[in-house]
């Protein structure tokens, strides 16, 4: 039940209509919260702004977890077992790439002939043949 005050603010809170009785202003407060009602249905910012702004902010943090899981198995797939790790040591690479520098230091560069391949029109075979007679009247 609504009494003094409380039925004197409900009444000036609906624009000051006044009412007969509590009936009545429940029917009042009923149709003004259906009227607007209608007009935030009408509303095209909520019929169609907060979706899009909520699929957008969603999807934003949809896309972050997913991303996420691919890194994770990216990190996964990377790292290797302990056989292979104790093959694959940085020490014995710098080891190989010594080795092929004593390689190329030891290759004697000034001697070197440029040897044309066949073309695409050429026969292989035959070309082959005889750029190896030409080696063969050289030497």
């Excluded at 009936?23 to 607007?36: N, Y």
């Excluded at 940085?90 to 040897?115: C, F, G, R, T």
């Amino acid at each position: 039940m609504l009494v003094g005050r409380d039925y004197f603010l409900l009444a000036r809170s609906l624009g000051g209509f006044t009412f007969a009785s509590e009936k009545q202003l429940v029917i009042g407060l009923m149709r003004r919260l259906m009227f607007r009602f209608k007009a935030l249905q009408k509303n095209k910012t909520l019929k169609y702004g907060i979706p899009m702004l909520l699929l957008v902010v969603g999807g934003s943090f949809g896309l972050r977890e997913f991303t996420q899981i691919r890194y994770d198995a990216q990190k996964i797939r990377k790292k290797l077992d302990p056989a292979l790790e104790a093959r694959v040591n940085k020490q014995k690479q710098s080891v190989i790439l010594q080795e092929e520098y004593q390689k190329m230091k030891d290759a004697n560069l000034d001697e070197w002939k440029n040897i044309r391949g066949p073309r695409p029109w050429e026969d292989s075979k035959q070309y082959q043949e005889q750029q190896r007679s030409q080696q063969g009247k050289a030497t």
